[in-house]
């Protein structure tokens, strides 16, 4: 009984690696994009931009802070972005502390 258990888990171990590994490449491809719509929404320069930030999947939202030279600026400006998973869609607006 102990074998029969012992193949039953390393067979779904083994066959959950390849799923793990496949939402890891999702996630890296939403991260992408999201960090692709988030700069050029931001229409600065040298734009620095933050690890993700997930929100609850019920939001359908994720985010990025960034720091970005503005044109006729020459100070940064701290600007957020909202980014819509589903619509693919990123909104920008500065912010302060």
Known sequence: MKLILTMVLSGGVMLSVPALASGEESWQALFSEMNKACVSAAGGKDVQTSK??????ETGMAGLLMKSTM???????????????????????????
């Open 52 to 57: 993700p930030i997930l929100f609850p999947d």
């Open 71 to 97: 044109p006729k600026m020459k100070q940064k400006i701290s600007l957020i972005c909202l980014y819509d998973k589903a619509k693919k869609k990123a909104f920008v607006s500065e912010y302060t502390w």
